[in-house]
């Protein structure tokens, strides 16, 4: 069946330091592929997503590029910062009502 | 600017207990789900309401009823609660599904105890 891994966190970071976060993914079909964010005490939101291979989205900074041929959807952002501090979650949906997320992983920005 | 607007936003239970999720959008949506988080396992599906009228089981649906009042209010039933029901509940809903997939709008969760 379909799923998502999502490397473990927590995931620490100074401000200003690199961060990628690895999202590999099963799937029959063409999937579309998301990235969520949760800020604290908050519900899920849609950061970026694509919906084919070599697709590339982007936002605030973030970006993730559709890599069919290693069935992966990596988040990076160049500069992080202490407000990027949440839960992201990778997902994919192939369609249809049921879209698959990953267990989520843990972002610290330290000042 | 509402969105999704679910309630209560904390609840403890006692076991056996019964309790009722409320949850609506005001984005017009077609679709809305009900999800439960717990820690290590991401967001999984229970119920879903493909559109107004119609109801679906996802991934986990033992234990819980779900209503779908009209196109605007979607509802979560926890007839008998069991400890095992412990976690974060969170309502969302879609506008439509498309070849390409959803994108999903969230409440701000419900945190359900049972003891």
């Known amino acids: 069946g379909n799923s998502v891994t999502q490397m473990e966190g927590p995931v620490t970071l100074s401000e200003e330091a690199f961060l990628t976060i690895n999202c590999t993914y099963t799937?029959?079909?063409?999937?579309?592929l998301f990235w969520y964010v949760q800020y604290p005490g908050e519900g899920l939101q849609l950061l970026l997503k694509?919906?084919?291979?070599?697709d590339k989205g982007s936002n605030k900074g973030f970006e993730a590029t559709y890599r069919k041929e290693t069935t992966s959807f990596h988040l990076e952002k160049g500069s992080v910062q202490v407000s990027d501090s949440a839960v992201y979650f990778c997902a994919l949906s192939t369609g249809g009502f049921k879209t698959i997320f990953g267990a989520g992983t843990r972002l610290f920005v330290k000042a | 600017n509402a969105g999704v607007t679910q309630t209560p936003k904390f609840q403890v239970l006692k076991t056996g207990q019964s309790m009722t999720l409320q949850c609506a959008q005001d984005?017009?949506?077609?679709?809305m789900y009900w999800y439960r988080q717990d820690p290590g396992m991401g967001l999984r599906l229970i119920y879903y309401s493909a559109s107004e009228g119609t109801t679906d089981k996802g991934e986990v649906p033992n234990g819980y009823n779900v209503s779908r009042l009209n196109k605007r209010e979607f509802s979560l039933r926890l007839e008998s609660a069991a400890p095992s029901q412990t976690s974060v509940y969170f309502c969302a809903s879609s506008p439509q599904v498309t070849h390409s997939g959803n994108t999903i709008y969230f409440g701000e969760g419900s945190w359900l105890t049972v003891v």
């Open positions: 694509a919906t084919k291979a070599d």
């Open positions: 799937a029959t079909g063409y999937p579309s």
């Open positions: 984005m017009n949506h077609n679709s």
